[in-house]
């Protein structure tokens, strides 16, 4: 098999795990507004109950007491109708008193009426 065919191969898997493998929810999107209430310190449901779901993933990187937690938004569209790739990440120090945010990033996110798309200064 040519070595041009086996890259777009991998690249069509690799967009395909991104964009619809898993772990979304139809419970609404983490907008802008939501992430922008996140602070440092705050305990993990109350990120919970701000973004209103769940984390779609949980990574744990080896040997450490932290973790992060990832939020995806399918299927939103940018002015010009193409797709946008939105993900929030929240980093957690895990605690016996309960895990807490030490920081967070995001790329785009949408206004609350989901129809503007903010990429947050971090």
């Known amino acids: 098999m040519n070595l041009k065919y086996i890259c777009l191969l991998v690249v069509i898997i690799v967009v395909t795990c991104i964009t619809g493998c898993g772990g979304s929810d139809d419970s609404g999107l983490v907008t802008f507004q939501q992430f922008s209430?996140?602070?440092?310190?705050?305990?993990?449901?109350?990120v919970v109950a701000i973004l209103g779901r769940d984390p779609d993933s949980r990574r744990y990187p080896s040997h450490s007491n932290q973790y992060y937690c990832s939020w995806r938004n399918d299927g939103l569209k940018g002015a010009h109708g193409e797709n946008i790739f939105s993900i929030c990440m929240i980093y957690f120090h895990e605690d016996s008193n309960g895990d807490y945010v030490t920081s967070k990033m995001s790329n785009w996110l949408p206004d609350i009426d989901g129809q503007h798309v903010h990429s947050p200064t971090l």
């Open 37 to 46: 209430e996140i602070r440092n310190g705050m305990k993990y449901d109350e």
